[in-house]
Each structure stands twice: as C-alpha cells, then as structure tokens.
C-alpha cells in the first residue's frame, strides 16, 4: 500500500514536472521566437526627441516656435520628484522595484478579460512597457505586442537606470492640446515650469496620459477631476503627500488655461508674421524641413522688436490710404447664418471659428466683429473680445459713406448713404476704435477692411545685411503670401542704377552727357517707341540730371552704349537677377525681381561696393548649444581682448568680396542723393541726414516703387495689386513708397542715425553745371552747381555727347521741349518716322517710367 501511494505521488509529482518544464520550455521557445527580431532597445540611449524650434529677435525676445510635435526636453534632473511621484502613482506605482514587467499586474488584467468575456480589458502596462510601446512597437492590443513589450521591457531595465527610463517616459507620451512630454504640457495648461507646479496641478497632468481627449479640462470637466482626486489619493497612500495635504489639494478647483484660469503663453508671443514664416522657409531649405521642426534648433534672429511694427505699419497705412482713395467696399466675405446667432454665445463662438484676420494694429486693434441688426441709418454689430454695451455697439451712417459696393454682377452700386447700403444682418466685417487725436478718448467704431492693393517692405544693415524690419503684406492671417522675398515683379525705374554703374565703371561720368531725345526701336512684336513720363525731350543732358529726373530715353541710350550684356553682368554681379535678358526694355527695369534682391543690391552701393549677404538670421544653434550657423564671418581681433583702452573701439576687419569701385559707388550715391533733394523723390522724402535712392514706376504704374539709403540702413518699398493691374494715374513710386520709407526710417534714424557718405580716397572734386555738364570754376555757387567726383589721375572730358547710336531728326531741338505736335525724325535704319502725342509701347512692355 505504502509503495503504491509512493508510485501515485511520484507518477504525480513526474507529471507536474514534466507539465512544468514543458510550459517553461514553451514559454521559453515564444520569448525565443518573438525576441529575435526586435528592434534594438540600446538605440535608447541615445534617443534625442523631437522638440520645438524656437527663434529669438535680436534684443533676446521669444518671438515664435516651430514643431511637429510641441515638446520642451527635460533632463531627470531637472524634473521635480513631485511630478514623477504622480505619474508614479498614476501609471505605475511599483516602478521602482520591478524588472520592467509587473506580474501580478498583467495577472489582474486578465482575469478581469476572462471575467467580463472580454468587455473589460485594461492595459497593465508598467512605465518601462510604456516606453517600450511607445519607442519601439506599436500600440495595438495583440498578445504577440504584449510578449515583445515584456522581452524589450526586461532587456531596458538591465541597459538604462529606472531616472533614464522615466525621464524617456515623460519627455515623450502625449498630454493633449498639441503637448508632448510634462514640461510642454505644464506651459499649455497652466503657463507654468515644472518646478511652479502644486501636488494638484502635477496629479491633473498625471491624469491625462491614460486618453487625453477624454479628460478635456473643460468639455469633461468632471471626469478629469475625479481622475486627479483619484491620482492624489494614490500619491497620499504611497507616502508622497501627507494626510492634510492631500485633503488640501483634493479640494482645490480644477483650473487651467484652456478654462481662463490662466493667461496662455501664447499671450507672450506676437503674432506669426512674415519675417518669421521666411525664417522657417529659409532654415527649412538650408537644414531640412525634418531637422527645423524636430531638431530643437535655436535661431537668434535679426529682426528689431522696435522697428518691426513701425514697418508694418508704416506700409499698412499707405496701403489703406490707397483703398480707401478708391473707395469700393469688399469686406471679408464671411457671413454667420442665422441659426449661430440666435444668441450671444453662438455668434461669439461662431465667431471665434472664422479665419479672419486678428493681426492687425493700424493706429489701434482692428477686431472681428458680426452685423447683428441693420437700422434705418445705422447697422448693430457684436465685436470679438469686447463686451457689449447696454446700448449695443454701432457703425454710424456717416461712417460708410466713403465707399461703393460691388454688385454681383461685378459693377459698382452708387455710394453709400447708410450703413445698410455696405453691410447686411450676419456679415463679418472688421472694425476699429476711432479716437479723438488730442486725448485719446473714445469717438465711434469705424469698418476697415484689408486692401486688395498689396505691397512689401525690407529694411536693412548695409554694412552686415542684417534685415531688421521686413513685412510681406498687408496682414499675414490674411495672406500668407510674401511679398518682400516671394513676390517677382518689375522694378521699373529703380534698376537705372545698375544701368548707371555699368556706365560709370566704363569710363563714363556724372557729367558725361547723353542725348535725351525720341527713339523707335524695330522689334518683333512692332516698332517700340519709348517716351519720357513727362512725354517730353530734354537735348543733351549730363548723367546725373538723366537719373535724377528718371529720363526713360537717356538711359535706353546709355544701355545702347554701354551694352546690355555689361548691364546684364552688373545686375547679376549685385544679386538682381540670376539671368537678366539683353534687350533694351530691360534697361529700364521690365524684367522680374524680388525686392529683398533689390534693397540687398542697394546696401552694396551704400557701403562703398562690398559684397553684402542679407539674412534674416544671426545665429543657429543646436539642442545641445552648439553654433551650427553664423552669419557674420568678419575678423575682429580686438573683440578676444578681456579690455580695451578707454575711447578705442574693437577694430572690426571686413573680408568682404568688392563688387564695385569705391569711386563708382560714391558717384552712384551722390547721383542718387539727387533724387532725393531735387529728383523724384524730393517731395516724400526729407530724413534731415544724407539720404540717396530711387524711385520706380512700371507702366500704367502696375508696380510702384522706391528704396533708399543712409549710410547706416537701407530700405525699400513695392506696392502693386497681386493681379498686376493699373493703379490709377496718381500712383507713383515717389508718391506711394516715399511716404512709406519716409514714417519707417524716420524713426529709424533717430535708433540708428545717419552720417556722410564715406569719400573715397581716389576722389577728386570738380564742379559742373548740372543742367549742361559744363565745367564751371571752384569758385561757382548756385543752384545749378554740384561738385561732382571723379576718378583721380583720369582728366576729365568735358562736351563730348554721346546718342547711344540712335539717329535724330534734323528739326529736332536739343534743349527745348518737344510740344503734343507730331514730328517727322529719322530711325537708326536711316528711316522716316513720325513721333507724335499718339505714340504707344506697341506690345513689349519698357519697364520703368519714372
């Protein structure tokens, strides 16, 4: 008997044996099997996570961010051991003691699956398999992911510390609102760092990672709190909290930014602008689209938070003067439908809804707003951020009656009367508060509207190329679209400069005298017969006077002359053009650029004829602090000094490539400070320091231009509608962009001042009559007499005139004006031809007028 109980209990004991060692040995062939392949969990070790991008303007201002995933990296160290504790409590309260698998955990989880038949299945997932998933696998709920988190979770746990890993863990899970990792998740809810957090606010994040979207601070309000109380409770009975703190706590109110408890950070940023989208444009191609939105770049930039906004609005304002001048009312286009404005609630948050622009500040915030009532003279309006009155807010009568509006048929009604002739119940329009010059007070609100006439602004350091100010448009939530770098079009007139610097250099002078008369060119499109703006002939006329009063036809000439591949070869020396097509039209500006290219070609003739680089950006550097980019590369011995003797300045040593002779340079600049103080120019632009530039104007003025200079900053102005189309006969360069470089660099000035112009050594000075180009005596004073520089060592030719090759008609007079009478002159092909007041462009376009 007693043998037989030994034989049952061993054949027992075999069984359990054997049925041992085989689960073990299947256990042991799955773990075998599915840990093949895995990927390799010591890549861990050097995981760098994708995180934002942040630029910085150059007074060390936080001005935008950029990143696929919103993610500030916190190293373990720097996390708060509050912070861990309750996602500890949260996730994984055993962290610290297991393997990187929790057995009694994933035991739980399925028998509650075989319990509920599946119904309720819920992870049990520690932090380490968390990470695991997260990094290496995907999140599906298969069994075969579950055996490859354990393997992977087991391998990490023996390659990384449990800080390593939770700081893996935190820096990377995703906390709602567009946040990854706790540090971005403590700015987006509560504008606050890690450290600033209290037990309650570290137990609300803890609370999100299970499903974010389900624990909504506002939409879910309660359900969120219930998570956080429950969070706090685990943080109480794992010993992180006292008894009196988490009672404390559990009472606090749920608050956050996205309820209005908080201000949000963004309220610190300015609005996304132009310079900083080209920023990302630029730094995209030159790094790569991956690296600018993940690589945690800091990018120093140059922008100058001061006169940033006086630029923008120094052409915002030219540009709604213009529109308004026009007078037709187009509006925004949006309309809220009745049913979102049964209330105010609904049609504040339909509001809210509508992509309309919210980045405007044009003599004070424009706002969104919503017709709300049309009376018998005035219109109701509910405006976006501003509480309603009792009386309600209104546009009056005498408001609206600057404008027409268009029909659907496209023609134009008659001008308003009353502000139901514009506006209609539900129409979004955009408004501002009109106040009284002398103290500010409050007047009415007023309907503005973004112009459908655009233009582009650029201003920068002619010695660096350092771009402080630029603006794209009229409103970048408006249009995206930059006009400054993005935006080709004719330069008119402001290219003559390159037309005169090819001329200069070849041994032409501000008084060498060209032929100001009619010319007919024979092309394949017709006979081209250009004109003067004035439609009038001057004679023969020194250079200086031709660019300072713009003479279309002085300068066809000297293009003639000089030849259009030399022209060609100086503007894509100076960065105008990669390719600038030889025919004469071109000379006067008819071929496309950008004005970033042009106002960067201007900064080479301020500074004296060095190669300039303009950028946008100062400075790049990596996640880790490296400089990876720097824009200036000149030498400065001095700077590595620990002292300097008092009243000595770093000696700064330009290794600048020379485009141009510094003679040519200064002539150049002294013709265009004639443009300034007699020219084109003269009535829009008075700084009080020396200032030279140049206007433009296409035909039928499609494009208005004018950029100018001190010796410190260069800047210049575009206007034109996007569809190239006339603007009217009063539009001009001078008249247009002179106002807009006038508000801008006067303000500049004062930050920046203004000096003479560098005289280069190998000047020497003689005066001439600038209406006739004749050499007058030292003594000579008046307003005709400029003293003109000229090569030294080169005698100077004076009464040698040249036509460019173009023949003239006998009876053509030289220096009087040519009346509206048609004439009879000869053609370079030995032709007759008549010259008259009906004489057109044919159908080449000639580019610049004046």
């Not at 005498?398 to 119940?425: F, H, M, N």
């Not at 501002?432 to 973004?450: E, P, Y």
């Not at 036509?803 to 002159?825: C, K, N, W, Y």
Request: hydrophobic share 40%; with cysteine.
């Amino acid at each position: 008997m007693f043998r037989f109980i030994l034989s049952f209990l061993g054949g027992i004991f075999t069984t359990l044996t054997m049925s041992l060692a085989m689960v073990a040995l299947t256990i042991g062939a799955v773990f075998w099997m599915y840990g093949r392949d895995l990927p390799s969990h010591e890549s861990l070790a050097q995981y760098t996570p994708p995180t934002i991008s942040r630029i910085y303007s150059g007074q060390g201002r936080l001005i935008d961010e950029f990143a696929k995933e919103r993610r500030l990296f916190v190293s373990a160290e720097t996390i708060p051991d509050l912070v861990k504790q309750a996602f500890i409590s949260a996730e994984d309260k055993n962290f610290y003691q297991h393997d990187g698998y929790d057995l009694r955990g994933i035991g739980a989880a399925a028998f509650d699956a075989v319990k509920s038949r599946g119904r309720d299945v819920r992870g049990a997932s520690t932090i380490t398999q968390q990470v695991m998933k997260n990094f290496l696998l995907s999140g599906d709920r298969r069994a075969e992911r579950k055996i490859k988190e354990i393997i992977l979770a087991a391998r990490i746990e023996q390659t990384l510390s449990k800080e390593k890993i939770l700081e893996l863990y935190m820096n990377e899970i995703f906390l709602g609102q567009n946040s990854y990792g706790v540090a971005a998740a403590s700015q987006t809810y509560f504008n606050k760092t890690l450290s600033d957090l209290a037990p309650h606010e570290a137990a609300f994040l803890a609370s999100l990672p299970k499903a974010p979207s389900d624990y909504h601070p506002v939409r879910q309000k309660d359900r969120l709190m219930a998570r956080r109380n429950f969070v706090l409770r685990e943080m109480n009975e794992n010993g992180y909290i006292s008894d009196t703190e988490y009672a404390r706590e559990r009472d606090m109110p749920l608050r956050s930014v996205q309820n209005g408890d908080f201000e949000s950070f963004k309220a610190d940023l300015p609005p996304r602008d132009y310079f900083t989208d080209e920023i990302r444009r630029q730094l995209s191609r030159d790094f790569g689209e991956g690296e600018f939105f993940t690589g945690g770049l800091t990018v120093r930039a140059t922008i100058d938070n001061e006169m940033q906004p006086i630029a923008a609005n120094s052409l915002r304002l030219q540009l709604e003067q213009y529109d308004r001048g026009r007078g037709i009312w187009n509006g925004t286009g949006e309309v809220i439908p009745r049913e979102q404005r049964t209330s105010e609630e609904s049609w504040r948050a339909a509001l809210a809804d509508l992509r309309v622009p919210r980045d405007i500040d044009l003599e004070s915030q424009w706002y969104p707003a919503v017709v709300l009532e049309v009376g018998e003279t005035d219109a109701r309006i509910g405006i976006e951020g501003v509480a309603e009155d009792a009386d309600g807010h209104w546009i009056p009568a005498k408001d609206v009656q600057w404008a027409r509006k268009r029909l659907e048929d496209g023609s134009l009604a008659r001008k308003a009367q009353v502000a139901g002739d514009l506006v209609s119940v539900g129409d979004v329009v955009l408004v501002r508060r009109m106040t009284a010059d002398a103290d500010g007070s409050f007047i009415r609100w007023t309907l503005r509207q973004v112009p459908e006439v655009q233009g582009g602004f650029v201003a920068m350091d002619v010695d660096t190329g350092r771009v402080i100010a630029m603006q794209g448009g009229f409103s970048y939530q408006a249009s995206v679209f930059n006009r400054a770098t993005q935006a080709k079009r004719q330069p008119g007139s402001s290219f003559k400069p390159f037309v005169y610097a090819s001329a200069l250099d070849s041994g032409y002078s501000p008084a060498t005298i060209v032929v100001d008369a009619p010319i007919e060119i024979n092309t394949p499109q017709g006979v081209w017969r250009p004109k003067n703006a004035s439609n009038r002939y001057y004679g023969p006329t020194p250079l200086r006077t031709g660019i300072e009063q713009s003479r279309n036809l002085m300068t066809i000439r000297l293009a003639q002359e000089v030849g259009m591949d030399v022209v060609g070869s100086y503007a894509e020396r100076f960065g105008v053009y990669d390719d600038l097509s030889p025919v004469l039209a071109n000379a006067l500006g008819s071929q496309e650029t950008t004005l970033y290219q042009m106002v960067s070609a201007y900064a080479m003739f301020a500074n004296g004829g060095e190669r300039v680089q303009p950028t946008l950006v100062d400075r790049v550097q990596d996640r880790y602090g490296r400089t990876v980019y720097q824009h200036d590369q000149r030498i400065c011995n001095d700077c590595r000094l620990a002292s300097l003797d008092p009243g000595r300045a770093p000696r700064v040593i330009s290794n600048r490539e020379r485009v141009m002779d510094p003679v040519t340079a200064y002539q150049l600049t002294s013709m265009m400070r004639g443009v300034v103080e007699r020219g084109t120019a003269r009535k829009a632009v008075d700084l009080g320091v020396p200032t030279a530039g140049k206007t433009g104007t296409t035909n039928d003025a499609k494009d208005v231009w004018f950029i100018g200079f001190t010796s410190n900053i260069v800047a210049g102005c575009y206007i034109g509608f996007d569809q190239p189309r006339a603007m009217g006969r009063g539009a001009s360069g001078g008249g247009m962009c002179g106002p807009v470089f006038q508000r801008f660099m006067s303000e500049a000035v004062k930050k920046y001042g203004g000096g003479k112009f560098a005289v280069p050594s190998a000047c020497q000075f003689i005066k001439i009559d600038r209406f006739s180009g004749a050499r007058l005596s030292d003594g000579a004073s008046g307003p005709n007499v400029v003293s003109e520089c000229f090569r030294d060592g080169e005698e100077p030719i004076f009464g040698i005139t040249f036509d460019g090759g173009f023949a003239m008609g006998a009876d053509l007079p030289l220096v009087e004006e040519i009346g509206r009478t048609s004439r009879q002159v000869t053609t370079s092909t030995g032709r007759k031809a008549v010259v008259g007041p009906k004489a057109s462009f044919g159908t080449l376009s000639s580019g610049g007028l004046y």
